[in-house]
């Protein structure tokens, strides 16, 4: 193989059509249709067994929920009583439409640039990989690291987790990993810069359920459930008397985009967001219903007070009208940070290696939701991060795409960063 302009391209071995090995097992695993409403989990599994035995790494299962399996590939480490590292990514993806992508989203094609288009490549079965094929070459160099290295595979992260991590999390085989610090995903970044998050925005979802009147469709009637999420009123009786929700939310969501335009020091992870994503309701045309719904996605950063925010929002549905109730379908309440303090050892493994590599971090609060929420809720530190530099943001996008040079270039990353993190001196609180 000829190396590339960035001296990458060695430690992976060659493949077909001299493609680095890395690149091909990627490939292999963007073919596995593990998505959503219904993944092939029993693919990913039989892929990460057969893994795990090339590398001659033990592998447990875990049935968190009856069909939901998180597997965990172990690199004991020469000091096992330590706190050891997570490498954690979730199986699943999100769907696709498919009639806008170029290629098919799990064939994944390369084109003549080394652009891999699939569904997965960039959330996150990139760091699947990459975590496996760093630890492969480590093992091939025959290093030997302080800290027991856990490879964690966990479904149902992209409908919520509570199938996966969240259930997880408090079962007696998580505490068992004795886990001292977690990598998890991240986002692309479309400079030179990397980005790593330590926070989170709490996904909430709401459904907002509003009773009215029923009748036939062809009548005045007053107190519809309709008016109350409508904010051209058609009833004459009630229009302009108050303001509905979506007012509400729309008013709230210009001066959040307000702020946001205006303040060069905020990114997407740093304001709340609204946004309203089903309307349910009717059964007939001519007969008006006797109850909507409304279903919002709203992210909040974890510097907002959450108690107010809610009475924000019941003031909202009273305002609306009457009889308004709400529900959550998700509320994640905990506001845990990662430390990103120099004096943090953990941290500091982490940015003095990437430093080394000559690599800029931008530190940011991740603007959607993974499974760190999780791992953070039960007080360890994770950092979110998938070393994807000089690349769009595509995930969950159409033609979500990954360059073979920044995917081999992320394992040596990862080499650096694994070895760094297995090797934090012991802490003088807790652990000796
Ligand atoms: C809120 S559940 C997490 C699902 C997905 N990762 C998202 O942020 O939307
Ligand atoms: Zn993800
Ligand atoms: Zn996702």
Known sequence: MLPDKDGVGGGGGQGTMGEDSSVTLFREYLRLRTVHPEPDYDAALRFLDGIAEELGLPIKKIEVCPGRVVSVMTWEGTNPSLKTILLNSHTDVVPVYQEHWKYDAFAAVKDSEGNIFARGTQDMKSVTIQYIEAVRR???????????IHLMFVPDEEVGGHKGMETFVKLPEFQELNIGFALDEGLANPGEAFTVFYGERNPWWITVRCPGNPGHGSRFVENTAAEKLRDDRVNPATRGSHDDFKVHVC??????????????CFTLGDVTTVNMTMVK??????VIPAEM????DLRIPPTVNLQEFEE?????CKEAG???????AQKHMNQNMTS?????????????????MNMTLEKEIFPAATDSRFIRAVGLPAIGFSPMNRTPILLHDHNEFLNEQVFLKGIQVYERLVVALANVPAMTFGEI
């Open 322 to 328: 009457e009889g308004i109730t709400y529900d959550f």
């Open 138 to 148: 480590l093992k091939a160099e025959g290093k030997k690291l302080m800290r027991t």
């Open 312 to 316: 924000q929002i019941k003031q909202w």
């Open 293 to 296: 719904d409304v279903s919002f």
């Open 251 to 264: 008013d709230f969501c210009s001066r959040v985009c307000h702020r946001l335009n205006t303040s060069e």
């Open 340 to 356: 990103t303090d120099e004096s943090d050892p953990w941290w500091n493994a982490f940015s003095t290696t990437c430093k080394a």
């Open 281 to 286: 309701g009717g059964v007939a045309y001519n």
